[in-house]
């Protein structure tokens, strides 16, 4: 027999429109919160004649109209900004352990270096970390503080293995914090690599200090993941990398030239494929150059041709035959720059090659 379904008369859906009338106003703290995450200091763009650290990761021609003091036509949006006080406050987690560790030495530390005839780099080394812990006073500190237990069976172990592995102490170094996504924290699994930019960031905290060794921590925002990754002062195709950068913005800035616009695709060595370039889609400048009001323009113009062309890829990496789209995707690829024989041929036994 089949059961009778009740049917909903005009005063059910009068009284339950009641109750939810009784909880429609709400404390107004996320509104609040979404507001003061968003109030970060704009700083006015100064003329400067020398490099930041952290430039390495933008384009060329972001950091020219920078230390021309531009006006950016794409200002960070409410949710870059706090993406930026998350990155802050992750950076705050690992300072906490290092702190309730016993080898936090050092904090926020400007160092600067400057090659004959080049401009100078200057930046902040996030931590310099190093020393004894002890560990019986590490968990007398963390007793006595309202920590969630994560972090205190954190802070635990990483002291416990410090004494383990470095029992007459840690040695000093420079620590710089990164916190990440978890799709770039899946990737930096697979690949057992760190990030290129950053490599050069932290290498040039050791070419300005006394320092020979530096340590790239990652934390990831979604699930607390943690990465470290060593970097070296000895380490010259590092060095080649930093100092080509140096040069060729000293170039374009001596010269008073505009450096080119960037690809919007770029060919992925690492994963052997093509992919978006993130320095045209979160770049300050993107309407000012580009001529796209926001990322989102620039993601639905990159996305399709991305897709397009790593699916042909994989089609003629497997020896699959070509149709006619399939060749304008590969002639696409070639008018766009990219020496398609060559990605083919170093890429089709899914090798890949260091950046």
């Known amino acids: 027999m089949t059961k009778r379904v009740p049917r909903v008369t005009k005063r ?28 970060i200091e704009r700083r006015e763009p100064k003329e400067r004649n020398y490099l930041w650290a952290t430039d390495m990761s933008k384009s060329h021609v972001d950091t020219f109209l920078d230390m021309k003091a531009t006006k950016p036509s794409n200002p960070p949006n409410a949710r870059a900004l706090r993406k930026f006080e998350a990155g802050d406050v992750f950076e705050w987690i690992v300072k906490l ?3 309730r560790a016993g080898i936090l030495k050092h904090a926020q530390i400007r160092c600067e270096y400057q090659y004959k005839g080049l401009l100078k780099m200057t930046g902040r080394i996030d931590y310099i970390a190093g020393g004894k812990p002890d560990l019986k006073k590490v968990k007398a500190d963390l007793e006595t503080m309202d920590l ?23 040695p000093e170094m420079p620590f710089e914090v990164k916190s990440i996504s978890s799709f770039i924290a ?3 699994e697979r690949k057992n690599r760190s990030i290129k930019h950053h490599r050069e960031q932290i290498f040039h905290y050791l070419k300005s200090s006394r320092y020979d060794t530096g340590m790239l921590i990652y934390l990831c925002r979604d699930d607390l993941r943690m990465f470290e990754y060593p970097v070296y002062l000895a380490d010259k195709t590092i060095e080649k990398d930093y100092k080509k950068y140096i040069k060729t913005m000293t170039d374009y800035y001596k010269r008073d030239e505009q450096p080119p616009l960037e690809d919007m ?16 889609e979160y770049s300050k400048y993107l309407k000012k150059l580009y001529g796209l009001k926001e990322p989102r323009n620039f993601s ?32 696409e690829m070639k008018s766009d720059g990219f020496n398609v024989k060559k990605i083919i041929r170093e890429f089709s036994n899914g090798e890949s090659n260091e950046e």
């Open 300 to 331: 639905e113009i990159a996305t399709p041709k991305v897709m397009r062309w790593n699916r042909v890829l994989s089609r003629v990496k497997n020896g699959d035959k070509m149709t006619d789209k399939n060749n304008e995707a590969l002639a």
């Open 186 to 188: 899946d990737s930096m």
């Open 97 to 99: 352990i290092l702190m």
């Open 12 to 39: 059910m859906r009068s009284l339950k429109a009641k109750r939810f009338a009784k909880v429609k106003h709400t404390w107004g703290v996320a509104a609040q919160w979404n507001k003061s995450m968003s109030k």
């Open 148 to 170: 969630p237990d994560v972090f205190k069976r954190g802070a635990l172990a990483i002291v416990s293995q410090i004494k383990r592995q470095y029992p007459k102490g840690l």
């Open 265 to 280: 695709i770029v060919f992925d060595e690492d994963a052997g494929k093509f992919s978006k370039n993130f320095k045209v």
